[in-house]
C-alpha cells in the first residue's frame, strides 16, 4: 500500500548532524522510519544519539529509547555499510547540488531534497543528472513523502492520518497537510508533496502513473496551484491514461494579475496559468474539482462511498 516509498526502506539523511537534519530525524525515526547512517565529512566515524518517542500511526508497535545513527564521510560509504537505496537532504542550498549528485553518484533509488531556495539553473542541472540515471527525485522545497505507519522521509507530520486507499500529489506543503487531516478517516497509501519551484523532480504526472498503477489506491487527490502549465498537463495526461477517478482542487483563485504569489514563484499572465483556467482543464477530462480544501475532501469522500 504505497508508492515510491515503502516500509522496509534503508534511509541516509545528508546533513544529520545539522539542526534541522539532526530535529526530523529524531521525528522520523520517531515515525518508525529505518534511517541507518547520516554523512557528514568532518564528523565520519562519528555516531549521533537520538532520543526517539513514537509518534504516528502504528507507534502502539514501536518502543521509545535512544537510537545512535552512524555518520559516514560520503553517501557511498554509508550505502557500502548499510544497504540503503533512499536519500533525504537537508543541506544550505549552495550545497545542495553536490549533495544530489552525489546521492545519485552513489546509486540512491529516491532522493528527497527538502532545501528550500535552491537556484533554479542548479535544480535544472542535478535534475537532469538525477533523471539521466535512473534515479526518483522528489523536491526541492517540498515537505517529503509519507507512506503512513511505514515510512516517512521529510517533514510531513506522521500524526495526522493512517493507511488508507487514497493517494495524494501536492504541490503546496500546507495543503498536503490539510488535506490528509480532511480525509484522515479515509487513510492515503502514499502523501508526497512535490514542491512548488518552477523545476521539480517529481512531477504531478509522476505520481499520477504511479497511484494509477497501485493496486491499493483507490482514488487520487491531485493538489495544484496558479502558474506555470504542470496541470494543464497533467489534465491531458489523465485524460489518456487515468482509470481511476481523481479529485483536484488548485489553490489561487484569489491572487491578482501579474503578482509573483509565495514559494510557488507563479506568476499570472492574462488566462495562463490562472486558477480557473486550470480548473476547466481538469474539470474538461472528468476530475471533479472542490472550491476549497474541504469541498475538495468532500469530493473525494462522495466518490468513494458510491464505489
Known amino acids: 500500500m504505497a508508492i515510491f516509498l515503502f516500509e522496509n526502506d534503508k534511509v541516509i539523511v545528508q546533513g544529520m548532524t545539522g539542526s534541522e537534519g539532526s530535529k526530523h530525524t529524531r521525528r522520523m525515526l520517531g515515525a518508525g522510519t529505518k534511517i541507518v547512517a547520516g554523512t557528514n565529512p568532518r564528523k565520519a566515524g562519528t555516531s549521533v544519539d537520538f532520543e526517539v518517542e513514537?509518534?504516528?500511526?502504528?507507534?502502539?508497535?514501536?518502543?521509545?529509547?535512544?537510537?545512535?545513527?552512524?555518520?559516514?564521510g560520503t553517501v557511498a560509504e554509508a550505502k557500502a555499510a548499510t544497504g540503503a537505496e533512499v536519500s533525504v537532504i537537508f543541506v544550505p542550498p549552495a550545497f545542495t547540488k553536490a549533495a544530489v549528485t552525489e546521492a545519485v553518484d552513489a546509486g540512491m533509488r529516491l532522493v528527497v531534497v527538502i532545501t528550500e531556495g535552491v537556484p533554479v539553473k542548479d535544480t535544472a542541472e542535478f535534475f537532469a543528472y538525477a533523471q539521466a540515471h535512473g534515479v526518483q527525485m522528489i523536491g526541492p522545497n517540498c515537505p517529503g513523502i509519507i507512506s503512513p505507519a511505514q515510512s516517512n522521509?521529510?517533514?510531513?507530520?506522521?500524526?495526522?492520518?493512517?493507511?488508507g486507499k487514497i493517494g495524494l500529489v501536492s504541490k503546496s506543503g500546507?495543503?498536503?497537510?490539510?488535506?490528509?487531516?480532511?480525509?484522515?478517516?479515509?487513510?492515503?497509501?502514499?502523501?508526497?508533496?512535490?514542491?512548488?519551484?518552477?523545476?521539480?523532480?517529481?512531477?504531478?504526472?509522476d505520481a499520477l502513473q504511479a497511484f494509477e498503477?497501485?493496486?491499493?489506491?483507490?482514488?487520487?487527490?491531485m493538489i495544484g496551484e496558479i502558474g506555470g502549465d504542470a496541470e494543464e498537463r497533467a489534465a491531458a495526461y489523465i485524460k489518456e491514461h487515468v482509470t481511476k477517478p481523481v479529485v483536484g482542487y488548485v489553490?489561487?483563485?484569489?491572487?491578482?494579475?501579474?503578482?509573483?504569489?509565495?514559494?510557488?514563484g507563479a506568476i499570472v499572465s492574462g488566462s495562463s496559468g490562472t486558477a480557473a483556467?486550470?480548473?476547466?482543464?481538469?474539470?474538461?477530462?472528468?476530475?471533479?474539482?472542490?472550491?476549497?480544501?474541504?469541498?475538495?475532501?468532500?469530493?473525494?469522500?462522495?466518490?468513494?462511498?458510491?464505489?
Do not use: W
Open 251 to 264: 489553490a489561487g483563485f484569489t491572487a491578482p494579475e501579474g503578482k509573483t504569489m509565495g514559494h510557488a
Open 54 to 72: 513514537p509518534i504516528g500511526y502504528g507507534k502502539e508497535n514501536r518502543t521509545a529509547g535512544v537510537v545512535s545513527v552512524p555518520v559516514y
Open 213 to 221: 498503477d497501485d493496486p491499493d489506491t483507490e482514488l487520487i487527490v
Open 277 to 307: 483556467a486550470k480548473k476547466a482543464a481538469l474539470e474538461a477530462v472528468g476530475v471533479r474539482v472542490g472550491k476549497t480544501p474541504t469541498e475538495t475532501a468532500n469530493l473525494a469522500r462522495e466518490i468513494l462511498n458510491k464505489s
Open 153 to 163: 522521509v521529510g517533514i510531513t507530520p506522521p500524526d495526522i492520518t493512517g493507511p
Open 174 to 205: 500546507t495543503l498536503t497537510y490539510q488535506m490528509m487531516y480532511e480525509l484522515s478517516d479515509i487513510g492515503f497509501t502514499t502523501c508526497i508533496g512535490i514542491g512548488g519551484d518552477p523545476v521539480i523532480g517529481t512531477t504531478h504526472i
